[in-house]
T-cell receptor
Framework: NAGVMQNPRHLVRRRGQEARLRCSPMKGHSHVYWYRQLPEEGLKFMVYLQKENIIDESGMPKERFSAEFPKEGPSILRIQQVVRGDSAAYFC????????????FGDGTRLSIL | GNSVTQMEGPVTLSEEAFLTINCTYTATGYPSLFWYVQYPGEGLQLLLKATKADDKGSNKGFEATYRKETTSFHLEKGSVQVSDSAVYFCALEGNRDDKIIFGKGTRLHILP
């Protein structure tokens, strides 16, 4: 069983470009979570999605950031017009369901903004 | 709101030393508590968890006990190895929540 797959592992963008981060959940998981880890910090929750629905986006910046989890294909975290402060590691986790279901994490995408 | 506070690192120990990493939390209700480990360049792996008061989570020689009276979940290991060098995160998930709240992490260095 493959775990949570994130790609790319490393992404370099110049200021003003767009960044697209992909996450394929574990097989059978329909719940996806995105977290951001700034240097020397813990992970901060960004958004929680189920297939085709955003359940909780309380941790998402109000501008430039969006997330989707379509019926087919991976979940996408999209950052428009990136700035230096967006440099971070972005982790995706997936679970079978809500409540007591454990979240399984991918290896992350490390985004660097030049 | 919910929060997690863990001791700052880095923590440097010699091999076979005793390890304690302190973690306290603030939460309403009865959260689940976790310790995650992050090896260099990798994602987070769940190390152990406890879902109710007085539960003890354990894995790979690590232990932590859910103490509601002191709102703590300290991580311990009796004899650390060089391979335990990593960053350790204490975390909680509220019982009405779907997101995990993480502490800032504690970097552990084990010297041979």
């Amino acid at each position: 069983n493959a775990g949570v797959m994130q790609n790319p592992r490393h992404l370099v963008r110049r200021r003003g470009q767009e960044a697209r981060l992909r996450c394929s959940p574990m097989k059978g998981h329909s719940h996806v979570y995105w977290y951001r880890q700034l240097p020397e910090e813990g992970l901060k929750f960004m958004v929680y999605l189920q297939k085709e629905n955003i359940i909780d986006e309380s941790g998402m910046p109000k501008e430039r950031f969006s997330a989707e989890f379509p019926k087919e294909g991976p979940s996408i975290l999209r950052i428009q017009q990136v700035v230096r402060g967006d440099s971070a590691a972005y982790f995706c986790a997936s679970s079978l369901g809500r409540g007591n279901q454990p979240q399984h994490f991918g290896d992350g995408t490390r985004l660097s903004i030049l | 709101g919910n929060s997690v506070t863990q001791m700052e690192g880095p923590v440097t120990l010699s091999e076979e030393a005793f390890l304690t990493i302190n973690c306290t939390y603030t939460a309403t209700g009865y959260p689940s508590l976790f310790w995650y480990v992050q090896y260099p360049g990798e994602g987070l792996q769940l190390l152990l968890k406890a879902t109710k008061a007085d539960d003890k989570g354990s894995n790979k020689g690590f232990e932590a006990t859910y103490r509601k009276e002191t709102t703590s979940f300290h991580l311990e290991k009796g004899s650390v190895q060089v391979s335990d060098s990593a960053v350790y995160f204490c975390a909680l998930e509220g019982n009405r929540d779907d997101k995990i709240i993480f502490g800032k992490g504690t970097r552990l260095h084990i010297l041979p």
